[in-house]
């Protein structure tokens, strides 16, 4: 069964970091554009981050910009993204999600309708 497995979300304190890592089973990450998505108690979910299924492209949300980094590491099958300098807006669910490697990365991001897998998520909360 196809599954897309996040970790490392939980607490940290304001311009503190995380790194979320996102691991499938049964399919191989480096034949599809992936990208992470939150959700924040109240609002719809939008795309943070995505890259390429070669990593030679990425994109990111104006609110993440110049604070998180997307990387993937295909010899262990693991997409991550590094979050620094955390804000309490960063607050919410962050989902992994796996999308067709024709789907651009700009496009994912910016529409969830491409996505063919999503996790389960986990949650971030950047509180003091």
């Known amino acids: 069964q196809v599954q897309l497995v996040e970790s490392g979300g939980g607490l940290v304190q304001p311009g503190g970091s995380l790194r979320l890592s996102c691991a499938a089973s049964e399919f191989t990450l480096a034949y599809y554009t992936i990208g992470w998505f939150r959700q924040a108690s109240g609002k719809e979910r939008e795309g943070v981050s995505c890259i390429s299924n070669g990593g030679g492209n990425t994109y990111y949300s104006d609110s993440v910009k110049g604070r998180f980094t997307i990387s993937r590491d295909i010899a262990k099958n693991m997409v991550y993204l590094q979050m620094n300098n955390v804000n309490p807006e960063d607050t919410g669910v962050y989902y992994c999600?796996?999308?067709?490697?024709?789907?651009?990365?700009?496009?994912?991001?910016?529409?969830?309708?491409?996505?063919?897998?999503w996790g389960q998520g986990t949650q971030v909360t950047a509180s003091s």
């Open positions: 999600a796996a999308a067709d490697f024709r789907i651009s990365v700009q496009r994912m991001c910016t529409t969830s309708l491409t996505v063919n897998y």
